[in-house]
Nanobody, 127 residues
């Protein structure tokens, strides 16, 4: 199983930007669909966006469409989350996650499909 580690979280003012990185190790990165999930304080973990194994297909939660972009570089075993126009309600711990797929057309929004998780990185947006 691939293992991931997130970096790039921090404190930012509303309207600002952050870029999160997630580096994978211990597996063939390009065989995994990747996703980002967020967990606000006192709430359940929720889907943000996901990207197919090749990077050709993505899907986003409605709350982040037009603001957040997921991308990946399989040569660097890295998936990125570019976060623009941040809002205080985006404050959360952000996790990257992976699951093994056998088709570039398989892309899940359900956290229960994802078997490997990073430790998370805190994003705090001040008003």
């Amino acid at each position: 199983q691939v293992q991931m580690k997130e970096t790039g979280g921090g404190l930012v003012q509303a309207g600002g930007s952050l870029r999160l990185l997630c580096v994978g190790s211990g597996g063939t990165f390009s065989r995994y669909a990747m996703g980002w999930f967020s967990q606000p304080p006192g709430k359940e973990r929720e889907f943000v966006n996901a990207i197919s194994q090749s990077g050709a297909r993505t899907t986003d939660a409605d709350s982040v469409k037009g603001r957040f972009t997921i991308s990946r570089d399989n040569a660097k075993n890295t998936v990125y989350l570019q976060m623009n126009s941040l809002k205080p309600e985006d404050t959360a711990v952000y996790y990257c996650a992976a699951y093994r797929v056998y088709s570039d057309y398989v892309l899940s929004t359900s956290r229960y499909e994802y078997k490997s998780w990073g430790q998370g990185t805190q994003v705090t947006v001040s008003s």
